[in-house]
């Protein structure tokens, strides 16, 4: 449709209408079957009501979305096609690692390729939009849905966000590549949670957000800033309070920061009934206040909850607000509809041929396999990996994730779960003869995940299970213990007090360790988990978190070699819950603690080291690289120049492998304090044994910039430090100084 055309539709349509665009309930009250993604599975509202909403969400299906929109649009008046709209944030059928995982590859490339397979496989099954990228900035792994992050780093995930959108909608708005939602396999995107959901006091679910505007512009918005400006079509508001006001009624959030500022001109959605949820809060006396906070601050969606559909036409007509506002927001909301060719084909993408061919299909789990092996991280290796596929040695692989087939996130919905490869049948495809225990259940006795799932302990012989985890373990020359987190206990309400294994998990590793202390440990987890006891009984240990479709083929390929690990941390890895947050960029303090221990008049704890397990951007490989003193093209720059700064980088190590070489920053002084060091570049380097390369990276007066003590964004004259190396604890520097 042209646009003059949009206007006269919104022109002919009614108040009631209008509001209609403005409501998205769940697909199941039109239809049985889908997923109920909150606390209400729908919203009071009348048949009448139901059939003029403007979008629903989790479904998904060729055929019965394909029912759904014909039925829909025949009885709608104006015949309104529906947005539909689902939480595909790592893979529809092939499902992909979680998105902190995809963050510990640093591979803008990849983490495209997998949001474009994405949106193909999506748009198959009928979907519009996925409610993805999740760009909340985390440091605090307590937190559940640090698994939906790509980690503590603002440029990273700018850098991974802005590559999410590109795959999804085809392409970007800078770049001008021709962003066509229309086209077959574009799906629109949705960013989230705006804003700051990811720094909830004590990492506790939907908690307070107490942080500066200063940390709020300089941490937690970048991202997000950025998805929007590469095109992103969508934002979804997140739960959280800011300055004390819930996102959903923030007007200086929305109207000023996002659409003013940051120029956002897309739909605006919130978050699951979180209009209605001010009323708790406790900023709103009923929905109808609730609404009217929402409508002011520019909200043009209500997910699932009545405030919109219940009182937003009284409001107008009571003159409390204006109509303009409904006319605007059912602007952006009709406008979405056109640029995905809804008006001319409500069916988009949506196709059953298309499901049989793409869904899990071999190049998507292909994919999916070489993205997974690239997200592990190594943390330690004294020579005992990789293993060897052709020796006599036996091998025995314990631990409840041997065989378990649950090894994605807990926003994964495939249609056909029991595709997913687990590490048993993946060293099987390698490997005969190893052994293969579980030795004990996945979570505690009495633990719950998020779905209130429990553990059924009554038919286990848990003595059995160990003693026969035991007797492989005592036969075996090494012995690979596949241990971590039941993937319903990380993501949406799986925040969690402490970051320790289950216990049953630690005991069978003591005992395993008292009959063979060749034990390679794997970890699969949604979040950093407490290591330092594993480390000490492990001769290597790789964390894979939840890796996916393909997971169990991908460990495999790094254990036996065919896949040399390098995967970074994206997120720090603490020594214990009592560091948290714990992270790299943080700030010197007038008291710095040199050597991270007490006692003194000095930042840190008296039991515990200031120093993380293990810090962001670290990962081992299989093989040594080594990287040369940092040099720089000049030792100062003005406003308008650029500045190499460049290493060698040489793989002094017996195998191919990959390096991510990271550039950090530093800004020595500044009229605010500055963080010790800033992420600003990545380059990954691929050597063969005894190759080496070279490495540079450009650094602009643009890069330096941050939020002064006027909070203006301004870069200021003086000495800066570029750090180049293997990950964020590198003290290989050289200095400049910026004079404008
Ligand atoms: C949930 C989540 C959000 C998700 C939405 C729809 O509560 O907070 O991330 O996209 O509801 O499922």
């Known amino acids: 449709m042209e646009w003059k055309e949009l206007q006269n539709l919104l022109k002919d349509m009614s108040l009631e209408e209008k509001v209609g665009q403005m409501v998205q309930i769940p697909a199941k009250v039109m239809v049985s079957g889908g997923i109920i993604t909150g606390p209400a599975e729908t919203v009071e509202m009348t048949e009448e009501m139901i059939s003029l909403v403007g979008s629903i969400l989790n479904r998904t299906g060729a055929k019965t979305l394909k029912q759904i929109q014909k039925n829909f ?68 792994a307590r937190w559940g849905r640090v698994m939906e992050s790509t980690g503590e780093d603002p440029w990273l995930n700018a850098e991974l966000g802005k590559a999410m959108v590109r795959g999804y909608q085809g392409g970007s708005k800078i770049s001008g590549d021709n962003l066509d939602l229309k086209r077959e396999g574009n799906i629109a995107g949705c960013l989230k949670h705006f804003a700051a959901y990811g720094a909830p006091e004590g990492g506790r679910e939907y908690d307070n957000v107490e942080i500066s505007e200063r940390s709020l512009r300089e941490d937690y918005l970048p991202a997000y800033q950025a998805a929007v400006e590469e095109g992103c079509a969508m934002v979804m508001s997140s739960f959280n309070t800011w300055n004390r006001i819930p996102s959903s009624g923030n007007r200086w959030l929305m109207r000023k920061v996002l659409r003013e500022e940051m120029g956002f001109d897309g739909v605006l959605i919130s978050d699951y009934a979180a209009i209605e949820e001010m009323i708790c809060h406790g900023i709103a006396e009923d929905g109808k206040e609730a609404a009217k906070h929402a409508i002011e601050a520019g909200m043009d969606i209500d997910m699932v909850s009545s405030a919109y559909i219940k009182h937003l036409a009284e409001l107008v007509r009571s003159g409390e607000v204006l109509e303009s506002l409904v006319d605007e927001a059912v602007m952006r909301i009709l406008k979405l509809k056109n640029d995905l060719g809804l008006f001319e084909n409500p069916y988009k993408d949506a196709s059953e041929e298309m499901e049989r061919l793409l869904l899990a299909c071999d190049e998507h789990r292909a994919l999916a396999r070489e993205a997974a092996a690239a997200s592990f991280v190594l943390l330690k290796n004294e020579e005992i990996l990789p293993l060897e596929k052709e ?254 700064a460049k290493v060698t980088v040489k793989n002094t190590g017996q195998y191919v492998g990959t390096e991510t070489v990271q550039m950090y920053l530093r800004d020595v002084k500044g009229s605010v304090v500055r963080p010790v060091k800033m992420l600003r570049g990545v380059e990954k380097v691929t050597l063969k044994p005894g190759e080496s390369c070279e490495v540079s990276f450009e650094i602009n007066e643009k890069m330096l910039r941050f939020y002064n003590i006027d909070m203006n964004y301004v870069s200021e004259s003086g000495e800066f430090w570029v750090y180049i190396g293997s990950d964020s604890s590198t003290e290989k520097k050289e200095g400049f100084l910026l004079q404008i």
């Not at 998105?99 to 949106?119: D, H, I, N, Y």
């Open 73 to 140: 649009v025949e009885k709608h008046p104006h015949h309104i096609p529906l947005l539909i709209m689902f939480d595909v944030i790592n893979g529809m059928e092939t499902i992909f690692p979680i998105p902190l995982a995809q963050g510990c590859t640093f591979s803008p490339k990849l983490v495209e390729k997998m949001a474009k397979v994405t949106a193909e496989e999506a748009a198959a099954r009928g979907v519009h939009v996925t409610f993805s990228p999740m760009l909340d900035l985390v440091r605090d």
């Open 391 to 644: 020796s006599e040695e036996k091998l025995a692989f314990i631990g409840p994730h041997v065989d378990n087939a649950q090894i994605y996130g807990s926003w994964s919905f495939p249609e056909k779960p029991e595709g997913t490869v687990t590490v048993k049948q993946g060293v099987e495809q390698k490997k005969n003869g190893c052994m293969y225990e579980s030795g004990c259940p996945v979570m505690e006795k009495g633990a719950v995940t998020r779905s209130g799932y429990r553990e059924d302990y009554s038919g286990i012989n848990l003595e059995q299970m160990e003693n026969a985890a035991l007797e492989a373990a005592k036969k075996a020359d090494k012995v690979v213990l596949c241990l971590g987190e039941h993937s319903g206990q990380t993501g949406e309400c799986a925040s969690k007090a402490s970051l320790r294994l289950p216990q049953q998990q630690l005991d069978l590793l003591r005992k395993v360790h008292r009959v063979n202390s060749n034990i390679v440990t794997v970890i699969f987890s949604g979040r950093p988990v407490e290591l330092k006891e594993i480390l000490e009984k492990s001769k290597a240990v790789i964390m894979v978190w939840m890796p996916g479709t393909e997971g169990g083929n991908a460990i495999a390929d790094v254990l036996f070699g065919d896949h040399v690990p390098e995967g970074k941390l994206a997120i720090t890895l603490p020594r214990s819950v009592g560091q948290v947050p714990i992270y790299y960029n943080c700030f010197m303090t007038g008291r710095p603690n040199r050597d991270g221990n007490s006692p003194g008049f000095v930042n840190g704890y008296l039991d515990e080291t200031t120093k993380p397990l293990y810090p962001f951007g670290y990962g081992l490989s299989y093989t040594k690289f080594e990287i040369s003193d940092v040099t720089l093209s000049a030792k100062c720059m003005g406003k308008d120049d650029i500045l190499r």
